[in-house]
């Protein structure tokens, strides 16, 4: 099974178009992965999506690296 982090990388991958090497849980999402704005909403979507929670556009927007995601999803999981 696939845990959070390396789901929340895959998918951030994707959506970033961004190569593997540079999707580590330090990466910046706008800065070191280029994430436009739009990139970021579809990828709060795509990950809300996945794990069954709700990610609402301003709290992506708070998100400054992959591990922030990890850790917003992993503490959304285990509230639910």
Do not use: C, H, W
């Not at 190569?19 to 580590?24: A, D, K, L, M």
């Not at 280029?34 to 929670?53: A, N, R, T, V």
Request: glycine residues 4%; proline residues 1%; negative net charge.
């Amino acid at each position: 099974m696939i845990n959070t982090t390396e789901k929340v990388i895959n998918i951030t991958q994707l959506v970033l178009r961004a190569e593997r090497s540079t999707v580590t849980l330090e990466a910046s999402l706008r800065e070191d992965l280029k994430g436009s704005q739009i990139e970021l909403l579809e990828l709060g979507q795509m990950l809300g999506s996945y794990f069954d929670i709700v990610i609402p556009n301003v709290d992506m927007d708070k998100l400054k690296t992959v591990k922030d995601v990890v850790n917003y999803i992993e503490n959304e999981i285990k509230y639910e």
